[in-house]
């Protein structure tokens, strides 16, 4: 298939998160798909071994079961925990939390997005879940936690990367996970091998994406050490 976007830095300073402008009604081709995810094995990985794992779901009943798991994770993490006032969820999600009303404002188009997206996430043509065969890691931080996490994470975005350059949308979408059990059961994953993210696949309405608003770099980077101002 013939890229759309063909500048690598157009590609990667506006492949954003689409759920409001991703096409519910228009299909993608399985070939586009594969396409894509074979671009992105090219990314690095630990050990040299290709210890992840993808599912590309299209059945329609299948896809309802994924929604009814999304539902839920929305209502346990996000709509529940902000009812009550749950602080560390205040804290992340609220946006009357937010510094001013710019933030304010994005963090509520987000809020309103990812619900978008839950109550339609059966009618996304592709639902690609990132998987690893990888032994899960005994801590969150540090031993094999990095290698776990940083050789499924790059297929991921290359694959995001390479959905943006042919005129699709996609959003990592690792709250799913929050029922990992139910999704290996319904996903039928061998034993030993985890979802770490669903990313939902379609055609995006228009490819007029920009860079989003960031922090300036000199706020986020530090040379030789971080204590050092100059």
């Known amino acids: 298939m013939t890229k759309l976007i063909a500048d690598i830095d157009e590609v990667l300073s506006t492949t954003r998160a689409v759920r409001f402008r991703m096409d519910l009604e228009r299909p993608v081709e399985r070939d586009v798909i594969e396409e894509c995810l074979r671009l992105a094995q090219q990314s690095t990985m630990g050990s040299n071994l290709e210890d992840w794992r993808f599912v590309a779901v299209t059945d329609a009943v299948t896809k309802s079961r994924i929604a009814e798991i999304y539902q839920d994770v929305w209502l346990k993490t996000v709509e529940e925990p902000l009812a009550q006032g749950e602080a560390a969820t205040v804290t992340r999600l609220a946006p009357d939390v937010r510094n001013d009303d710019e933030s304010k404002q994005r963090q509520e188009r987000t809020l309103r997005s990812v ?29 094999k936690a990095s290698g776990y996490y940083g050789s499924i994470f790059p297929i991921a975005w290359s694959f995001q990367l390479a959905c943006r350059s042919r005129g699709l949308g996609t959003v990592m979408a690792t709250a799913i996970v929050y029922h990992a059990d139910k999704l290996i059961e319904i996903l039928e994953l061998p034993e030993g091998t985890h979802p770490i993210s669903m990313i939902p696949v379609g055609y995006s309405k228009g490819l007029d994406f920009k860079p989003a608003k960031r922090l300036p770099v000199e706020e986020i980077l530090r040379w030789e050490r971080w204590g050092q101002d100059d």
């Open 115 to 143: 619900k978008y997206l839950v109550d339609r996430l059966e009618q996304v043509p592709v639902l690609v879940f990132a998987c690893s065969a990888k032994p899960i890691p005994d801590t969150v931080l540090g031993n």
